[in-house]
């Protein structure tokens, strides 16, 4: 069966600070894949997708950036965190054949 | 541009009564819509998938219809439980990778 792993969980870090949040699917292969950012009574915010190795489309202009070195990794990143980076990441993966989404567990970023 | 709204934002129920969730959209022209279930602090799980061409999918004590041409769906939970108390958002997509949110429906079953 196919899963997704979502890490860290927790990160708490300060203003100007690089970012780095990890998210592999195992169990299937060239799986559609996505950032969502969910702050505090907000919807969810799609960040980046990706359809393959090294293609990234970005949704919102911001200081985050994604890249997808791998057919089942998919990277999050930043140079220098704003506070008004602070919020509930999640990555999520899409089956080809039926477009259903799957979310791993998320990691809750605090830019203080 | 679609919009997903979902009514209402909170509901409280007693232990045992069946529930009605709703979800509205404006462009009826989707390909998926999609419920999930979030709890405190945690990601979101996929509940029900209901494709363009589907009325109805079922699951256990869950059921969601789908109405393209009003634009709406429904998540009916039978016979609730303090354990479905979580939040329920509902999404849809064009195809075009990109789904689109409710805010979602914070449940609190009460036992």
């Known amino acids: 069966s196919q899963t997704i792993h979502q890490w860290p969980a927790t990160l708490v870090q300060p203003v100007g600070s690089p970012l780095s949040l990890e998210c592999t699917v195992e169990?299937?292969?060239?799986?559609?894949l996505y950032w969502y950012r969910q702050a505090a009574g907000r919807g969810l915010q799609l960040l980046f997708y990706?359809?393959?190795?090294?293609?990234i489309s970005s949704e919102v202009p911001q200081n985050l950036s994604a890249s997808r070195p791998q057919d089942r990794q998919f990277i999050l990143s930043s140079k220098k965190l704003l506070l008004s980076d602070s919020g509930f990441y999640l990555c999520?993966?899409?089956?080809?054949?039926?477009?259903?989404?799957?979310f791993g567990e998320g990691s809750r970023l605090t830019v203080l | 541009k679609q919009e997903v709204t979902q009514i209402p934002a909170a509901l409280s129920v007693p232990e045992g009564e069946n529930l009605v969730l709703n979800c509205s959209f404006t462009?009826?022209?989707?390909?998926?819509l999609q419920w999930f279930r979030q709890d405190p602090g945690k990601g979101l799980t996929s509940l029900l998938l209901?494709?363009?061409?589907?009325r109805e999918q079922t699951s256990g004590r869950l059921n969601a219809s789908l109405d393209k041409s009003s634009g709406r769906s429904t998540l009916y939970i039978a016979a609730s439980q303090p354990g479905d108390s979580a939040t329920y958002l509902c999404?849809?997509?064009?195809?075009?990778?990109?789904?689109?949110f409710g805010t979602g429906t914070r449940l609190k079953v009460l036992a």
């Open positions: 169990g299937t292969s060239n799986p559609n």
């Open positions: 209901i494709q363009s061409s589907q």
């Open positions: 999520a993966w899409e089956t080809g054949f039926t477009g259903e989404l799957f």
């Open positions: 990706s359809v393959g190795i090294g293609q």
């Open positions: 462009d009826s022209a989707i390909y998926n």
């Open positions: 999404a849809v997509t064009s195809g075009t990778y990109k789904y689109i």
